[in-house]
């Protein structure tokens, strides 16, 4: 088989050679591709023909990048002074630098297909985010981008300000005697998150740090609808495996975005800029979690950046990765620190339930109380949090705990594994079991 384009040569030091050897091997391997059936109609041979060219231009892709992220991203970002979020960086850059990262046509070619009939164009995004976060220069500045409040929480905000009172959708947002309480309110679903929970999430969680009438925030699940759980409250049963199944959970705007962006601002405070700044980067709040029932994958990875957690004593936890067969977040860079290697390992790679009962769940919750006392714990957790020194002091502890350097390294290799996970054999023929039924 031949693509048209010989990969194996150097990566030029110049950026406009390397540029131009990019741009050529990319069109030869679309050239050659345009030449085979659509993924799902593709022989046995044709699929191993598609899969050598497409690992070969991501190869140059991957050494060009270990080469030229740097300038690439100061020519994308005008010398760093131009704050693009992730999805507005691989939009860019699709524009600015033809083979480097997939085009919006491409994209939207592999976004109309259920997740087993795809081409896979999001591994390139992971390949050109890998390099950029990788880059001291580059990396360091996307996650300050990734920090900075989302424009519609700044359009949100005078609103609740005024009324103390937010409902984006999948999360309503009330403030009541300084606290600001986010309630995940998709009953039709357990509060499985896809893209849009991850961007009502955000809103709400910029909104709870910028109103500074809020001075502990709290999340709990609402009452849900579900037959099998009507009336009762729910955290988080994980990401929407239905969803992904369809083709609907994106690289950019969920598995990255929701690391990057919401719960880094959990853990990380907000980049809000203005008075005071001298005093500390970011705006930082005290955060509480209240499990009820369960948290299932995403729901027990927030767990990991939250101040103080109160569980109902019929509560479960559990990391159900290798059931799914994608990576868990960030809960293999942060469950080993909280709970220890061994049950780490034995969570994320054995798929062991914690119950809330247990001992060891006295690892990943502060409190365990009876399902009716839930929310008078809560109180308690707020009102112990208000105190002036709390602050200062989780900011010192993730320091310590979570060095930025750190998580930027883990993030760099993330962006790569979650992408090439998305569309491995194995995980396409797990997820093609929720396609349809409830």
């Known amino acids: 088989m031949s693509h048209g384009t010989d990969l194996d040569g150097v990566v030029p030091a110049d950026l406009g050679k390397a540029l131009a050897t990019l741009a050529d091997a990319a069109a030869g391997v679309t050239g050659f591709l345009a030449t085979l059936p659509e993924p799902a109609a593709r022989t046995p041979e044709q699929r191993a023909e598609a899969a050598a060219a497409l690992d070969a231009a991501r190869d140059l892709r991957t050494r060009f990048m270990d080469r030229h992220a740097g300038e ?9 002074t131009v704050h693009l979020r992730i999805a507005e960086l691989v939009e860019a850059a699709a524009a600015a630098f033809p083979g480097l990262v997939p085009g919006a046509d491409l994209l939207a070619e592999d976004r109309a297909r259920p997740q087993a009939a795809k081409e896979g164009h999001e591994i390139d995004q992971g390949v050109f985010l890998r ?6 220069v580059a990396g360091p500045h996307l996650l300050d981008a990734m920090l900075r409040p989302t424009p519609r929480a700044l359009r949100l905000l005078p609103r609740f300000s005024g009324t103390g009172v937010v409902d984006t959708g999948s999360v309503l947002l009330e403030r009541r005697d300084g606290v600001a309480h986010l309630t995940m309110v998709r009953e039709d679903c357990l509060n499985a998150e896809d893209d849009r929970q991850v961007d009502d999430m955000e809103t709400a969680v910029d909104l709870a740090l910028l109103d500074p009438a809020v001075q502990v925030a709290v ?12 009336g009762r409250r729910v955290f988080s049963s994980g990401i929407n495996l239905k969803s992904l199944h369809a083709g609907d959970i994106s690289l950019v705007n969920f598995l990255l975005r929701r690391e990057l962006g919401y719960i880094s601002k959990i853990q990380r405070g907000l980049l809000a800029g203005g008075a005071g700044t001298w005093k500390a980067r970011t705006v930082e709040k005290p955060w509480v979690a209240a499990v009820d029932t369960f948290a299932i994958g995403g729901g027990t990875q927030l767990l990991l950046v939250f101040d103080h957690v109160i569980a109902a004593s019929d509560a479960y936890l559990s990391l159900p990765a290798a059931k799914e067969g994608i990576v868990p977040g960030v809960a293999n860079f942060r469950l080993g620190r909280v709970a220890g290697a061994r049950l780490a390992r034995q969570v994320v790679l054995g798929g062991r339930r914690i119950q809330a009962a ?17 929310g008078a714990a809560v109180e308690r957790a707020a009102e112990a949090l208000k105190a002036p ?4 002091n989780r900011r010192m502890l993730n320091l310590a705990e979570e060095p930025a350097e ?3 390294a883990y993030m760099a290799e993330f962006a790569l594994q979650q992408a090439l996970r998305l569309y491995a054999q194995d995980v396409i023929e797990k997820v093609g079991r929720f396609g349809g039924g409830s």
């Open 406 to 408: 750190a998580f930027r």
């Open 219 to 230: 999340l709990r699940g609402g009452v849900m609808t579900h037959p099998r759980y009507r």
């Open 131 to 136: 390099g950029v976060l990788r880059s001291p």
């Open 389 to 392: 020194a709390v602050v200062p």
């Open 72 to 80: 690439v991203y100061d020519r994308l970002t005008d010398g760093r």
């Open 358 to 374: 247990e001992p060891d769940a006295r690892l990943l919750v502060d409190d365990v109380v009876e399902p009716g006392e839930v």
